[in-house]
């Protein structure tokens, strides 16, 4: 059974999703590397040029020059990545940077010099030139970074697009002295609020000053005012721990605990820091970092391009529905999107009823309802081709957890255990539990359960290569398909 705890209307809001920040945090160390990689190119081949050119005036051996340049950039950044110097909580403080930059700086040009001398290509080199590279590179280098915090330190400040947005569930003291840490560090956090936990017995004292319940705070994740959950319960029954982890899990943010009992509960979770403070990390925010960015290149381009491929198929469709008799062609229907967002489904016509209401028939084998031609195109899902615009216009993917109707998705909310957790991605035109043979009528509770395991495993584990081995999969599927009615 689903757990009870949200309320319908929380959970099936209609309102307008708002966005989140428009600079993810995972990216910005990225950025940084990348700078760092094109400057200690820049600064070799720059340097060289300038010397042989203007001074020496010699020739300029670009090759050489280039190639060391590179080697130095790959190894710099390497070490720094290993390290852990390009992830956002090191680029919030400037504690340990300069030595950081100074000492691998220094590893990487030592090791140049070794490879150099072992290969007895040294002489290639000016000394001075090697001399002012190592000196320009480390002062650009370090100028840069000191710049970065500066500007990240800046943007997080006052709930800016760096800002780490938390929540904390329990209003206890705990939970009230990790807000106040996790504020006043310097890693740019922003407490949204602190939640009552719903619980009975959490063996602490409940304080005053809670911004709300769970069902408030299950808004504000949805609205896009959260980035992270962070539970900070002392003690509780494993029971309702479960239980509020399990209500918690179905909103499309990351969910830590701050340490207590129910850590050992939890062996499969990841130690990370927020705000100083040590969390075990339960789920990761779906598609973070440049996986959304991956994801949205990917709709727009190859949806973009099956839009053009198919789209005499589509004229020869549209043509066919219109001599088959009168009636309109698409057929629209509204369902739950990303976060709950309701938006309409465009499909080809199959049928000679319309539902879209509080009460919507499934489809069945034989169903009478079915057109002669929308046999065919329900047969090899081809009326799902105007989903293409759904893609292109950023309500759908064209991977992931197919939508359903909005009575269906009340429906099943109710009695499928986590079942909301399909929708903390972008519904897709196709997806894996449809290739995996689950696909047309679910008249049984069970088998949409088994449909929705299938889709929060792609939640769960979504990556590029499982998003191109689901599409060549849909190509069988649709080639010879299964459970079509």
Avoid at 224 to 243: N, Y
């Amino acid at each position: 059974m689903a757990e009870p705890g949200l309320s319908s209307a929380d959970s099936f809001s209609t309102d307008g999703v708002r966005r989140r920040a428009p600079v993810a945090r995972a990216l910005f160390g990225d950025v940084v590397q990348v700078v760092d990689y094109l400057l200690v190119i820049l600064t070799s081949v720059g340097f060289a040029f300038a010397y042989h050119t203007y001074i020496l005036e010699t020739e300029f051996d670009f090759q050489s020059y280039a190639i060391a340049g590179i080697v130095g950039a790959t190894v710099f950044t390497a070490l720094m990545r290993r390290d852990g110097f390009y992830e956002f909580e090191q680029l919030t403080s400037f504690d340990g940077t300069l030595r950081a930059i100074l000492s691998r700086w220094a590893l990487t040009v030592l090791g140049l010099l070794a490879f150099g001398f072992a290969l007895k290509i040294s002489d290639t080199f000016s000394r001075v030139w090697l001399f002012a590279w190592t000196g320009i590179t480390l002062v650009s280098v370090i100028g840069v970074r000191f710049a970065a915090i500066s500007f990240v330190r800046r943007m997080s400040r006052d709930g800016g697009v760096f800002a780490r947005r938390v929540a904390v569930v329990g209003a206890t003291s705990l939970g009230i002295k990790f807000a106040s840490r996790a504020e006043n560090s310097p890693q740019g956090i922003s407490i949204v609020g602190v939640y009552d936990a719903g619980l009975s017995d959490n063996g602490d004292s409940h304080l005053a000053g809670a911004k709300g319940d769970l069902n408030d705070l299950a808004a504000a994740a949805r609205n896009g005012e959260v980035d992270d959950i962070v539970i900070a319960v002392p003690r509780a029954a494993p029971e309702d721990m479960e239980k509020l982890v399990r209500r918690l899990s179905i909103l499309p943010v990351s969910i830590a605990i701050c340490p207590n009992i129910h850590w050992l509960d939890h062996l499969g979770g990841a130690i990370n820091d927020v705000g100083g403070v040590r969390v075990l990390s339960l789920y990761r925010r779906p598609l973070e970092g440049w996986g959304g960015v991956i994801k949205s290149v990917e709709d727009y381009l190859l949806g973009a391009i099956a839009l053009v491929v198919f789209s005499p198929l589509m004229l020869a469709i549209v043509i066919a529905i219109k001599l088959q008799g009168k009636g309109p062609i698409l057929f629209a229907q509204q369902r739950h999107g990303f976060n709950n967002a309701v938006f309409k489904v465009y499909k080809f016509r199959t049928m000679t009823t319309a539902d879209d209401g509080d009460v919507v028939e499934q489809a069945k084998v034989n169903d009478p309802r079915i057109t002669p031609i929308g046999k065919i195109l329900r047969r090899y899902s081809l009326d799902e081709l105007p989903q293409l615009f759904n893609v292109i216009k950023g309500e759908m993917s064209l991977v992931g957890p197919r939508p359903h109707a909005l009575a269906h998705n009340h429906q099943y909310a109710r009695t499928i255990e986590n079942y909301s957790g399909r929708h903390k991605v972008k519904p897709g035109l196709t997806g894996w539990a449809q290739v995996n043979g689950f696909r047309g009528e679910t008249s049984e509770t069970e088998q949409m359960a088994d449909r929705v395991r299938y889709d929060l495993a792609y939640v769960d584990n979504w990556s590029l290569w499982f998003d191109i081995k689901i599409l060549i999969l849909t190509v069988r599927a649709v080639v010879f398909p299964q459970n079509a009615v």
